[in-house]
């Protein structure tokens, strides 16, 4: 019979969803506490200067030049890489006139995606999705943005994130980006990790449709298994694309005068790709489920199957049984033990009963 190697436990699995620290009850509204995974990396912070004729970088800023790195004849991206650093999250809060519930949902990492409006700036907050092809891993990782007059700045959990595109647009003589204002630039940051939702979410349905296909040719024990660890994972994407549509949507309506006339119909096209995204999410949730059904409708078919043989063959073997068990009575009057050919004609009922019985199943398709 051919075998199959057990598989190893689901692949896909969410990196970011274990939380290490927690706020403590009671505490002061907007109390700065770093709530996720404990981090030791210094924080980075890097600052990009742009306008329509040229550009400029400058990489590990230190905070006490982050109060007049703002230009105004420019648009200056400030890119933070780590929150976990309370103070330096306060001190850039006191540069930038942040209001304290800004900073505390800077520094907690289980913040629900959302978008706040403030006198001088406007604060949103996502999840950034990215599938680690070599762990084949989702990696969630918590990121919020600070629209203000002439400048952005960029909250990330760690020091990775999908922002190269942006980076190489700026940098580019030619790019639309250097000629819109601040509010294209959250735009732009926005656009860049909601098209890493497509990515993992695509990547993701790939691997569905590989199990699905695996699942009807010759199913497994550890195949519910795998299912339900696709099953959380897109219910973690699910947790952390769903808001988005209701952020991007509440942009779209602002009348904040940050937000300009020529960067609104790119902010509707990106609610438009919300849409999508939050459609192939919940395909991809409605097609796990049927193969949970699936799964178990094999296997409910299966042992009705082996079942099926099994009575069959208790069938055929009921009635020879019985002729056996009469037969190996211990009377002494039995006539048909002294008839002459009675061991063979016995044989011969038997035969022909079995026989009887098989054609009869065979004529009505259960075997």
């Known amino acids: 019979m051919k075998t199959r190697p057990l598989r190893p436990s689901p692949r896909i699995r ?10 403590r009850p009671g505490s002061s509204p907007g109390t700065v506490v770093f709530v996720g995974e404990q981090r030791l990396a210094k924080v980075q912070i890097d600052v990009i200067h742009y306008d329509p004729v040229g550009w400029s970088e400058q990489l590990d800023v230190s905070v006490r030049g982050c109060a007049d ?5 420019s648009i200056t991206w400030m890119n933070v890489s ?27 990492t289980t913040q629900r995606p959302k978008v706040e409006e403030f006198p001088g700036y406007i604060f949103m907050v996502l999840k950034m999705i990215a599938f680690n092809e070599e762990s084949e891993n989702i990696d969630i990782e918590h990121v919020s943005v600070i629209l203000g007059d002439h400048f952005v700045i960029s909250f990330l959990e760690d020091d990775g994130d999908v922002f190269d595109g942006v980076r190489d647009r700026i940098r580019s003589s030619g790019g639309r980006i250097r000629l819109m204002k601040s509010d294209y630039l959250a735009y732009s940051l926005l656009d860049s990790v909601v098209d ?40 973690s994407l699910r947790k952390a694309v769903w808001p988005i549509r209701e952020e991007v949507a509440m942009i779209v309506k602002s009348e904040s005068p940050l937000l300009t006339g020529e960067s609104r119909v790119f902010w509707r096209d990106l609610y438009d790709h919300c849409i999508q995204i939050i459609d192939l999410v919940e395909t991809h949730r409605d097609i796990l489920g049927g193969m949970h059904d699936t799964y178990l409708s094999i296997l409910s078919h299966r042992m009705n199957e082996v079942m099926k043989v099994l009575t069959i063959i208790s069938t055929i073997f009921i009635p020879l049984t019985f002729i056996a068990g009469v037969y190996g009575m211990n009377f002494k009057e039995m006539p048909e033990l002294q008839w002459r050919g009675g061991y063979y004609s016995v044989w011969a009922v038997m035969i022909m009963i079995s026989v009887s019985l098989y054609l009869y199943f065979r004529r009505k398709h259960w075997l």
């Open 69 to 73: 790195v703002v230009r105004e004849d």
């Open 196 to 235: 890493h939702y497509f990515l993992a979410v695509e990547r993701m349905g790939d691997i569905i449709e590989e199990v699905d296909d695996r699942l009807l040719e010759d199913p497994h024990p550890g195949d519910i298994k795998e299912i339900h660890g696709l099953k959380r994972s897109i219910l």
């Open 82 to 108: 780590g929150v976990h650093d309370v103070d330096l999250v306060e001190r850039l809060g006191e540069c930038f006139g942040l209001h304290p519930m800004t900073l505390e949902d800077i520094a907690n």
């Open 14 to 23: 969410v990196s970011g969803a274990i939380r290490t620290r927690r706020i």
